[in-house]
């Protein structure tokens, strides 16, 4: 029995981790599982497998470690293991899966990171808030091998868990972040700290040092600054048994003047050198200078060009608003000076030009402090206004990245948004899964527009009509208990009835009832291959005829069309974005829209959703025109899988105020569209041709 | 004991209200009025800007008369209408015919709530006319001298269908407001609310941290209203963090991270 369990197990462990390609030695494991309970097997097993779809490798080395841990491991510290390997596959690649999984040995002792670790996902929203509302450059937080700050961001690991209480666990975060931040806001990168090193026979150790002392003097600079904190920090060091070695006493007193700066840590550094290496406290993280000069470097003439530009727009609009005296002269150019105050932690900013103040715009004001926070001072020549063309373009934008370029040589996932994906055998969310990018419809200009007009003119009629009939007028309406005006016509009646002794109405106004339609509409359109022919056809004319409605309804509008190869590749074609108006590049596009790969759908409408909330209406609709299911060649996106993302990203939709509309032509949609549909609604059409009639008239109804 | 029932246009301002100059907006205020042009006040939530006309209306002993404007808001609302009373139609006047009547100041607060339409209506008012037609009465009623229009307008929105028409944006003079400096904003917090110096230091630098999230999920950073309310809170024996929490953060956000953030923020400095 057990032994023809074990060779049924082992067909399916063959079948999943392709031990045919791989040379895994399956039927050990399977005669291992097959030993175990019905429930405990299957749970493995499906974990196996769904390992297996992300990668191969990384199933088998989890199925083998698997059986012997799940007694002491329990289901869910299991399944959390499980997770996090596919994340940092997902994140990270492979080695450090596998490393992930190869750790599971200790990961009995790390249960404490899972149940009281926090994870850096879950910290870094409000770490984020958190730093941008401290003074200074806006810095991000990312995630990293070692805790450190480039100037530019702040990178922590993907679990802290230094302490057996979660709430601690975030405090630490906390203090490291805070202090990362006061490196960049006090000035620790303000010197060259590779150079100050350098004078010392191991300079990786004076740098260690050298952070140490920084750690003292930033503490004392937290304490000031933020003593709530401050607290926390030395009830964390207390908690964790971090000190301050006696012969370091001194150095904390002189570092812990308001005054020290970065000058007097490097003053002690050779004392601080000849001292034992110092045991770094909980919050430290590490100096990386290097990391530090290449963001500055990248930084330096960027922010440069754009403050001398801004300062250029910023004189132009001031001498708009004052005319120049006649008096003033015209020899002398007009100068701007910048004056920081530092005192009290306070780094507030005065703008002035030609002595009198000036309200910088909040972009300068940023500009200003990141220079400040790199100089100590405003460089006089970052002050002067930039001359007509000085700069190129360049410099002063972050420069839109050519969709397709980035596939040409090294791969990059430059310029791309992410999207997470619902794994439904996870049973969690993929983060940041796919790769997505907005592309141009090569616009085809010819006479494809006029053609659709043509062959559907009695139908182009009526749907001018139907939709004229839909835009809602002002209308006066009657017998209301409150408005502009007394009508008179109730108001006779009223006086009949109350005179009649029956009970007087007390609707007697008229009001002007003003109609806004204040709908936002995305259309989301297939472009996969397998609406090549006569569906592209169908979709073109029914895009044409729809526009002609839409315009004359006044509803705004965009349209999409969405197609893809893999998660490394989902491509959101733009047709009509909403705030381009309905011409003839955007009739060109409808015309160029060509099927292109595959059919993922989760991004696009994650997408599109994301689109619609930031267009302001008091409706938003998200209309999906698709040919069959979700389908992707690639890591198990066909069948059930693409339909549990879909039906999730329509959920997500319509948690987010969006009402999803679904318009599918698949005959044999009708054992699955139910359920993938489930937060929408939809239709579902018999024939093609149908299309250019019905979808006009589906919005039409839909929005009514 | 009986709240006090006022007609709108006996609302004197008998105490001087407290108020605290930023600039010279006293002095442009002043000059304004006695030229008769009309005044728009620039600025964010929270920072003065009805506290202002309060003080001004104290200042030049003149009714003031405030319509908080909103979305539904019709030109009837402001010029008057026939009501029904008794079985006959009488008229009867809105507040913006009631402050010119009396010639006394008309405050529109958050003017671009209202709907466009209705906004015109303040258009002969607002130059040099000085008129308010009443169609309905078949009237055209002249402004007496001392009448003031005043109107308040939040640019912070930046919602394209919140913007304030130019043809009714470039009739008025422009006072902006902006949160007081940090020096002066202590100064209101500590004698508005009653709080020590030290706290009223805090709670300032507070809401300034909440107001470099402005853009990064937050609309608008805490007012100084608030932080009065929050000092209020701490004066009367509430945590620091709790009543920074209750007073700013919730009023503030509903977002629950960015709550979280502000929380670590209040944390940080208390």
């Known amino acids: ?704 | 004991m009986d709240a006090h029932a006022l007609a709108p246009e006996e609302h004197y301002i008998r105490k001087q209200p407290y108020y605290e100059a930023v600039g010279n907006e006293i002095a442009i205020f002043e000059a304004a009025y006695r030229h008769k042009l009309p005044i728009l006040l620039k600025g964010p939530t929270g920072c003065g800007k009805t506290r202002f006309m309060e003080y001004m209306a104290w200042r030049l002993q003149r009714p003031l008369i405030t319509v908080s404007c909103h979305d539904d808001l019709t030109a009837s609302d402001l010029v008057g209408r026939y009501l029904v009373k008794g079985g006959e139609t009488v008229w009867v006047d809105g507040p913006l015919t009631r402050a010119v009547r009396v010639g006394g100041i008309c405050y529109l607060d958050e003017i671009v709530e209202a709907r466009k339409d209705t906004m015109v209506v303040i258009h002969p008012l607002a130059d040099d006319r000085r008129t308010l037609p009443m169609e309905k009465l078949g009237q055209l009623l002249e402004a007496p001298d001392d009448f003031c229009l005043a109107i308040s307008y939040n640019p912070g929105y930046q919602s394209v269908l919140k913007d304030l028409k130019q043809s009714t944006r470039q009739r008025f003079v422009a006072l902006e407001f902006d949160y007081p400096t940090a020096e002066l904003e202590r100064r209101i917090v500590a004698s508005e609310s009653g709080v020590d110096a030290a706290m009223a230091d805090k709670l300032v630098k507070f809401a300034r941290m909440t107001r470099n999230l402005k853009g990064s999920g937050l609309e608008e950073g805490a007012s100084t209203r608030l932080l009065v309310h929050a000092g209020k809170l701490i004066n009367g024996g509430i945590d620091p963090v709790a009543a920074c929490r209750g007073a700013v953060a919730q009023a503030v956000t509903d977002d629950a991270d960015m709550l979280a953030a502000i929380q670590e923020l209040s944390s940080s400095v208390f």
């Open chain 1, 1 to 704: 029995m057990s032994e023809a369990r074990a060779a049924e197990l082992a067909a399916l462990l063959e079948d999943w981790l392709e031990a045919d390609l791989t040379f895994h030695k399956v039927e050990g494991l399977a005669r291992e599982l097959a030993g175990l309970s019905r429930e405990d097997c299957d749970f493995i097993l499906g974990w196996i497998k769904r390992i297996a779809t992300t990668h191969l490798e990384l199933g088998w080395q989890f199925g083998r470690r698997a059986p012997k841990l799940l007694a002491s491991m329990g289901r869910r510290q299991m399944e959390a293991w499980a997770v996090f390997a596919c994340d940092t596959y997902d994140r990270v690649g492979l080695r450090p899966a596998l490393q992930a999984v190869e750790q599971v040995e200790n990961f009995a002792d790390k249960q404490l990171e899972l149940t009281a670790g926090v994870l850096f996902e879950d910290v870094a929203g409000v770490l984020g808030n958190f730093v941008r509302g401290l003074s200074g450059r806006k810095l991000a937080i990312v995630q990293g091998e070692a805790v450190h700050t480039d100037t530019d961001k702040i990178y922590l690991p993907a679990v802290i868990a230094r302490l057996p209480d979660m709430d601690d666990n975030f405090r630490l975060a906390k203090a490291m972040v805070a202090l990362l931040w006061a490196q960049t806001r006090f000035g620790t990168f303000r010197v060259d700290l590779i150079e100050a090193c350098a004078a010392f026979p191991h300079p990786s150790r004076a740098l260690a040092q050298l952070n140490a002392l920084e750690t003292l003097r930033l503490s004392a600079c937290i304490e000031r600054e933020l003593p709530g904190l401050h607290r926390d920090m030395e009830r964390l060091k207390t908690a964790l048994g971090d000190v301050l070695p006696p012969a370091w006493q001194r150095f904390a007193r002189r570092l812990g003047e308001p005054d020290a700066s970065i000058e007097d840590s490097l003053r002690l550094l050779g004392d601080a050198y000849q001292l034992p290496d110092f045991a770094a406290w909980c919050f430290q993280g590490e100096l990386r200078p290097d990391a530090v000069a290449g963001a500055f470097i990248a930084r330096r003439d960027k922010e440069k060009a754009r403050l001398r530009v801004k300062l250029a727009e910023l004189l132009e609009e001031q001498s708009r608003h004052q005319p120049q005296s006649d008096t003033a002269d015209a020899a002398q150019p007009p100068a701007f000076e910048a004056e920081v105050d530092d005192s009290d932690g306070r780094l507030e900013l005065e703008l002035t030009l030609d002595g009198a103040p000036v309200a910088p715009p909040e972009d300068v004001r940023q500009l200003l402090t990141s220079v400040w926070l790199d100089f100590g001072e405003i460089p006089h020549d970052y002050l002067v206004p930039a001359g007509d063309g000085e700069y190129d373009a360049s410099l002063l934008g972050e420069q839109p990245v050519d969709p397709d370029a980035v596939w040409q040589g090294t791969y990059h996932e430059q310029g791309a948004l992410f999207y997470p994906e619902w794994d439904m055998g996870r049973q969690h969310y993929r983060k940041n899964w796919c790769v997505m990018r907005e592309k141009e419809v090569a616009p085809v200009f010819d006479d494809f527009a006029r053609a659709t007009l043509d062959k559907h003119a009695g139908l182009v009629k009526h749907l001018h009509r139907a939709f004229e009939a839909m835009r809602d007028e002002n209308r006066l309406l009657k017998r209301q208990p409150y408005g502009d005006d007394v009508d008179i016509d109730a108001l006779v009646e009223a006086m009949a009835d109350a005179r009649d002794g029956s009970e007087m109405s007390d609707r007697l106004f008229v009001r002007l009832h003003r109609a806004e339609r204040n709908i936002a509409v995305a259309f989301m359109v297939d472009m996969s291959g397998s609406t090549r022919g006569w569906i592209n056809e169908a979709e073109r004319e029914a895009l044409i005829l729809l526009c002609e409605a839409l315009e004359r309804l006044g509803d705004r509008y965009a349209i999409y069309g969405f197609s893809g190869t893999t998660r490394k590749r989902c491509e959101l074609y733009r047709i009509k974005t909403f705030e381009e108006s309905y011409g003839d590049v955007v009739k060109a596009r409808i015309s160029g829209i060509r099927a292109q790969e595959y059919t993922r759908m989760g991004f696009a409408i994650r997408h599109l959703t994301d689109l619609l909330k930031k267009v302001e209406a008091r409706t938003r609709v998200l209309v999906t025109l698709s040919d069959g299911r979700p389908d992707d060649y690639f890591d198990g996106y066909r069948g059930q899988y693409g339909i549990e993302d879909t039906r999730m990203a329509l959920l997500e939709a319509r948690r987010a105020g969006v009402h999803p509309f679904c318009v599918t032509i698949d005959r044999e949609a009708r054992d699955y569209l139910p359920h993938m549909y489930g937060a929408a609604r939809y239709v579902i059409l018999d024939d093609v041709a149908e299309l250019p009639f019905k979808v006009s008239d589906i919005y039409r109804r839909i929005t009514r």
